[in-house]
């Protein structure tokens, strides 16, 4: 299956049986507004002084501007961020997605201090140097790193991230980097659905030629309330 292929089963709701998207009623309310939605992640903050920030908040800014805009919600600049390895969330307690040390049903806060112990000195004081490769169904910037070497590199600190929180998932060796833009809040038709991705298309490749390279990092051990914000506890070092 192609992305196009891809973005089109996603964004008319072919890949699932559910009426609605998933941050739908977890992240976000319907029309839009963050739901709370606790939890903590490694990530990489994109800086708000650079050229990759204001070319994101152009190519967010055209994607507002579009005929099916109304149908996403779309987040606060200062949030931009690439996930560098996903930690956990309150309402998401599956073994596959809780580490396997503690049971599924310990507070969040005690998972959040354990990690916090566990994310220090395990020698991940470094920089990303990442690029995009397009936008994906009108809101996520696709992202690998910008060359072989630094690839394998994101892909080495995954796993230590994952080591180190003893948090392993079956989708570890398959996750796509990315920075998102905003989350749908509905389905769409064939049509709209054809649109979105044209759009995205066009605004993916004035993106990439734009800044073929991102330099992001050090890693950030953070902790959120909702999808508009994370708040650094500390440098992964």
């Known amino acids: 299956m192609t992305d196009r292929d891809r973005a089109f089963a996603y964004l008319t709701g ?7 998207p998933a941050a739908v009623g977890l992240k976000f309310t319907p029309d839009g507004q963050p739901l709370t939605c606790r939890g903590n992640t490694t990530i990489c903050h994109v800086d708000p002084n650079s050229d990759a920030f204001a070319a994101l908040v152009e190519a ?11 149908g996403f ?5 200062e949030s931009f961020h690439m996930t560098i390895f996903e930690g956990v969330i309150d309402y998401s307690r599956t073994q596959d ?21 566990r994310l220090r000195d395990i020698g991940l004081s470094r920089t990303v140097v990442a690029r995009p490769t397009g936008i994906f169904g009108g809101f996520s910037v696709r992202m690998t790193g910008a060359d072989k070497s630094e690839e394998a590199l994101l892909r080495l600190t995954r796993d230590q991230l994952q080591a180190a929180t003893n ?19 509905r389905w769409f038709s064939t049509e709209e659905a054809h649109s979105i991705i044209a759009l995205s298309q066009e605004v993916g490749a004035e993106l990439v030629q734009r800044v073929p390279r991102i330099v992001l990092g050090p890693v950030e051990f953070c902790t959120f309330e909702t999808m508009h ?3 650094r506890q500390h440098w992964i070092d």
Do not use: C, M
């Open 97 to 117: 997605r809780w580490p396997g040390h503690l049971p599924t049903d310990a507070p969040l806060d005690r998972v959040t201090a354990d990690f916090a112990t």
């Open 14 to 20: 072919a890949l699932t049986e559910s009426q609605l």
């Open 60 to 70: 967010q800014n055209r994607l507002k501007a579009g005929p099916f805009a109304s």
């Open 229 to 231: 914000h994370f708040d």
């Open 167 to 185: 948090l392993v998932r079956p989708d570890h060796d398959a996750y796509n980097f990315h920075i998102t833009l905003a989350y749908n809040l």
């Open 73 to 77: 919600t779309f987040l606060p600049h």
